[in-house]
């Protein structure tokens, strides 16, 4: 029997594919957007920044939308902003047009967001972990995939532009996909209630609760920082540390995104039948500075 939020699911992953593109385009186009914009290849990682600048200053916002008029009104809406940054930055020669646009994606991201975590659990109740964790997988599968279309531009001389008209062109297809999708129905303030009733629970049950939660925040921020570095710079370091030539210094991102699908992937595993979370959070703090070490060797 046909899972009656299924379509729904395929709709908030296939746009989580999508934003795994958006995520690397504009560091897989630096040397592009840097010409066409006359600025040097630092002032575009200026632009990736404004995308995360546009997320922070929206988030809050779009979680209150999302419980006020649902879920479907926010992926529709992003689907919509993240085609006019797609369409938008190619094509403009000013860079704080450029910088305009790429709000938009910081925006779009936190409407993107605030949408499909809630409605993937409220609609995959019985899966919600699993339904989760696909968010990230699809994520490195559409981040894995641009690198190599952009190489084919390249090998055949093509405008860069096309690496961003394509999605777009998918994200409008989503649009209108979701139109007349059926979504769980919505209700923010009982489960906000909830929630709230939860956490006060589990911080008397766990006095010092404040402790790890700020050691979690402080991880989620330093590995996240540390994942836009690579992404935006991997290119340029394959380029100019490593000699590599333009083609295969952008394919270097599809290797590190298949090396991220793998890790999901197998992680979600470990999780479910091998390791504890609480391991993992030892583990982890003192895995990622030898990572990034090591890349000085």
Known sequence: MKHPYLNMGVGIY???LLLGMVNIVLASNMSF??????????????????????HLLSINIAGKLSDRYGRKPLLISAAILYAVFLIGVPTTTHFT????????????NSLLDAASYPALNE??????????VLIKAFMSIGAALLPVFIAFLISQDMFF????????????????????????AVNGEKRKEEMDKENVEKQASHPHSWKEGTAIVLIGFFSVSMTIVIQTWLPTFGQEM??????NAVRLLSF???????????????????????WLKQWYPLARPYYQLSWRF
């Open 161 to 184: 532009g096309y690496a961003f008209f394509l999605p777009a062109i998918v994200f409008i297809g989503l649009g209108f996909y979701f139109i007349p999708v059926r979504f769980p």
């Open 123 to 132: 609609g995959f109740k019985e899966a919600a972990g699993t339904a989760t």
């Open 97 to 108: 047009l450029a910088m305009f646009f790429a709000l938009f994606a910081g925006v779009s």
């Open 33 to 54: 957007l840097s010409e066409r914009l006359d600025v040097f290849r630092t002032d575009i990682s200026l632009l990736i920044s404004v995308v995360g600048i546009g």
């Open 14 to 16: 296939l746009s989580y």
């Open 256 to 278: 590190y995104s298949v090396g991220g699908l793998i890790s999901v992937l197998l992680l979600a595993w470990l999780l479910k039948r091998i390791i504890k979370r609480s």
């Open 242 to 247: 490593i000699q590599l030539n333009e083609n």
